[in-house]
């Protein structure tokens, strides 16, 4: 006798069912990864991204969630009796840091695992922080001014090296808001950037709105370096979260190799 045969089959209301709650879990994971895609972007630490999205999952009505992920990719796999095993992948590209946007995802983790949000409140929430209101443009053209001129008098500069260091600042502001349009390799941004942070502080000692290229040029220098990203990398790899961590560290390192031979280069040149 056929074992399979003598097994009872579901019936068509239990098979609907178990439709429904798989539909409904996979509507679930993907707002589940879009939190994730929006926290990684802010500049969120792997081990934070993989723990909120676990407890999201849990929260959900999934009895098991697995997650893993790394710079560019999150994977979730979570599972109930109701639906079985669903995973769903997301390739992240791009990060723009905004510790701001970040606090609020936090929340929202929490209030979801809280509050037991709907689908529907999830996604006005989402909605809400997305449309949240950044810096103005002249906001942080003001910044980028203020950080480049402090750092050029602590380091030792003169008063003229940070007003100068200033005016470049922003100016390397606006290069780099046009080149984040272009949606060109970050690399590539750095190097355009520290060339081109290099040559407007060689010009302006040269014409003589500054006294010293490399006290001007330091304070340039420290707008690009990530730092966020390299301390981000330290922290993973202390979590346990060595492949993260390592891969963080490697494109940290290459970014400010890439932003050092950016000013040797405009200073070799010139």
Do not use: W
Not at 28 to 51: N, P
Not at 126 to 144: G, K
Not at 197 to 208: D, E, K, N, T
Request: glycine share 8%.
């Amino acid at each position: 006798m056929d074992i399979q045969s003598s097994l009872p089959s579901p019936s068509r209301e239990e098979h609907l069912a178990r439709l429904e709650a798989e539909e409904q879990a996979n509507e679930r994971l993907y707002k589940v990864l879009d939190i994730g895609q929006a926290m990684l972007q802010s500049g969120a630490e792997v081990s934070r991204v993989e723990d909120s999205l676990r407890r999201i999952c849990l929260a959900y009505g999934a009895e098991r969630a697995d997650v893993f992920t790394i710079t560019s990719n999150i994977m979730v796999t979570m599972y109930s009796r109701q639906y079985g095993a669903l995973t769903q992948i997301r390739r992240v590209a791009g990060q723009q840091y905004d510790l701001h946007r970040l606090e609020l995802l936090n929340l929202l983790c929490r209030r979801i695992c809280a509050e037991r949000l709907t689908l529907e409140e999830t996604e006005r929430a989402l909605d809400a922080i997305r449309d949240e209101p950044q810096y103005s443009f002249p906001v942080q053209l003001l910044t980028f001014a203020l950080i480049s001129a402090s750092f050029s008098l602590f380091f030792g500069g003169s008063a003229l090296d940070a007003a100068a260091s200033g005016v470049i600042g922003a100016v390397l502001k606006v290069m780099d808001q046009a080149i984040r349009r272009t949606e060109a390799n970050a690399f590539l941004s750095a190097l355009l950037c520290s060339c081109l942070g290099g040559l407007l502080a060689a010009l302006s000692v040269r014409i003589g709105l500054g006294r010293n290229v490399d006290m001007i040029s330091i304070g340039n220098i420290m707008l690009l370096i990530p730092g966020i990203a390299l301390t981000n990398s330290l922290r993973d790899m202390f979590s346990g979260n060595t492949i993260s961590g390592l891969m963080r560290f490697i494109e940290a390192v290459l970014l400010a190799l890439v932003i050092a031979c950016g000013f040797a280069l405009v200073a070799g040149l010139l």
